[in-house]
Structure formats: structure tokens, C-alpha cells
């Protein structure tokens, strides 16, 4: 997923497992498929480097520390804004022809009651937030939102993502097995695989091959230059 406009955001990753950018920062610098590092060595780091320490004392009357350093973090992530694509030129400036027949058409698909994406990509940043099985296989590897709350009703169930610069951050779906915003279409377009927690909003849609072109071409429009 992308992080800008990450500040919006009510929890991070996939699973919803971390509530704040603060608790966020120190996942990826212990995670072994990440950094595989830690964050007090980090910090050892920092009070060792030539202008760090000035910095920190300058911005948080404190030295670099596990507080501040996952403050730093967090506020940097916090200026990281999206908003200035040619879909926010037409929807905002109102300027009419920002969009392509083919993206306006696209736009009428996805905010239409046929294919439904806005019901969970919706609002300024294209998602409510939530979490959904969207019926990517039968069984999952991955349990998902499950991992926190325990609950069985959770399990596939994956963070909603904006879809902001979404065709700047492929591959896709929570484990990018998915390679294209086409391959993306295609699936929900089938109506997804049978699994119990599925999703109702995921239901075959019928597209012809034009409507999903038009559907791919305006998720390309939500792209920030």
C-alpha cells in the first residue's frame, strides 16, 4: 500500500495490527523480512552521528530516543500528501475535460451501483478503512484481520487501500499475487472465489471487455504527477 496520505489513516497494515504511525515505525525496523535490525541500535546510531543529536534536542528538547525517534518518523510520514491528480482536477477545479470519454466513463462504472467499488473505496481517499474477504482464494495462507481480534468472522479479512497512486504501486491485493490493475479488474469482474467470509459486495459483475478497460483507465486517473 502507499503511504501517502497515510496520515488519514485509522491503523496501519493489512491486518489493521498497529493503531498509530508511532507504533507503526518499529515494526519494519525489527521485522526480519524488513530491516531484521533493532531500535535501540538505531538510536545508538543516532546519538553517535555528527548532527542528529542537535536536531532532536532542537525539535523535541530531548535527545534521539525511542520516544522521539518514532515521533520523527510518524511526523515526516505525516507531510507525505496525495491529492492533485487529473480525477481531482475534474472532481475540485471542475474542470471538465481533465478527464478522458474513457475516464469519465470508467468513473460512471465505479461510483455506480453495478460494480459498487465506491462502497468500499470511497471518500477523498478512496477507502472506508475497513476490512474485507474480497474471495481471493478458497482458503487463505494468510488469516488476516483474524491475528488481532481472533475472531473466525475475520479471517481473509485485509485492510481496504486507497487506490490513490494506485497504478503507480502494483503488484496487488494483500500478498501482491495479483501483477496488473487488469488482472485487479478480472478478478472482481468474476465475482471472486467461494469462501465463507467473503464478502456480499463481491459478486460477478458482467463487465464487457470496454467497461473494464474504462473502469482500469480511471484508476490510472487517480494518479498524482
Known sequence: MTILNTAYQPNMFWDGGSPTLET????????????DFNVMKVVER???????????????????????LTRAIANFERTLFTGKSKYDAFQYEKK????SASEKRGMDIFFGERAECFHCHGGFNFTDFSFKNNGLYEVYADSGRARITTLHDDVGEFKVPSLRNVALTAPYMHDGSVATLEDVVEHYNSGGKP????????????LTQQEKEDLVNFMKALSDQ
Open 24 to 35: 507503526q515505525v518499529s515494526a519494519p525496523i525489527e521485522a526480519h523480512e524488513e530491516m
Open 46 to 68: 543516532l546519538n553517535n552521528h555528527p548532527l542528529y543529536p542537535s536536531l532532536f534536542r532542537k525539535a523535541y528538547n530531548s535527545g534521539p530516543s525511542a520516544f522521539t
Open 96 to 99: 471538465s475535460d481533465a478527464l
Open 195 to 206: 469462501n465463507f467470509n467473503k464478502s456480499f459486495l463481491i459478486r460477478p459483475l458482467n
